[in-house]
């Protein structure tokens, strides 16, 4: 599937250009990067939500339209997912602590 972010930081903890202070542990960025890369290795979002580990799920209230893929305990990673025609595109757009 095409990914992409929504934000600029997203895509340095992505590529490990972060500089400075992480808001978080570092084992986050890297889990982060690993569920960044199943979202880019499945071919569309139905074989995405196989995927059990990543617990996606729809939001609800003022996220309506968005999903959330579990990073680990307390952190998920907030996207939206588009449709152009047959491709289906997922912005990232927050990483946030659940709790």
């Avoid at 972060?18 to 690993?34: A, D, E, H, I, N």
């Avoid at 579990?70 to 997912?81: A, E, T, V, W």
């Amino acid at each position: 599937m095409i990914v992409e972010f929504d934000n600029n930081e997203l895509v340095a903890y992505y590529e490990g250009t972060y500089r400075g202070k992480l808001p978080f542990q570092s084992s986050v960025v890297k889990q982060f990067q690993k569920v960044v890369n199943y979202m880019v290795a499945a071919p569309n979002f139905n074989e995405l939500k196989k995927i059990n580990s990543l617990r996606i799920h729809p939001l609800k209230k003022e996220l309506t339209g968005k999903y959330a893929a579990r990073i680990n305990d307390q952190y998920r990673l907030i996207f939206r997912l588009n449709e152009e025609g047959t491709v289906e595109i997922l912005t990232l757009e927050d990483l946030i602590d659940y709790h």
